[in-house]
């Protein structure tokens, strides 16, 4: 059974600090590259970053140099690090597999909310 579970959201100030944890499983995790998404209220769901499965990583012009995405093949686990939380920043944040495949089950997201 595909399952993403995405833990790690909460209420943070502005230029504080989050981590996101994702769990995958009932897919072959290593070999796709992943995502991360979010989609605030009344917004489409959009790319956040994205990572090969060779650690390359990609990452949207609003997020560079403040949020870092990795991953544990291993224990099949995607990371977001986000610092510098800005208010924009505010969202439900999701993963799944890069958007040049098509998506498995969505999550229920986790939320991440900035203010102060």
């Known amino acids: 059974q595909v399952q993403l579970v995405e833990s790690g959201g909460n209420l943070v100030q502005p230029g504080g600090s989050l981590r996101l944890s994702c769990a995958a499983s009932g897919f072959l995790f290593g070999v796709y590259a992943m995502a991360w998404y979010r989609q605030a209220p009344g917004k489409e769901r959009e790319l956040v970053a994205s990572?090969?499965?060779?650690?390359?990583?990609t990452y949207a012009d609003s997020v560079k140099g403040r949020f870092t995405i990795s991953r544990d093949n291993v224990n099949e686990e995607l990371y977001l690090q986000m610092n510098n939380l800005k208010s924009e920043d505010t969202a439900v944040y999701y993963c799944?597999?890069?958007?040049?495949?098509?998506?498995?089950?969505w999550g229920q997201g986790t939320q991440v909310t900035v203010s102060s």
């Open positions: 990572i090969k499965s060779s650690g390359e990583t």
């Open positions: 799944n597999k890069d958007r040049v495949y098509m998506p498995v089950s």
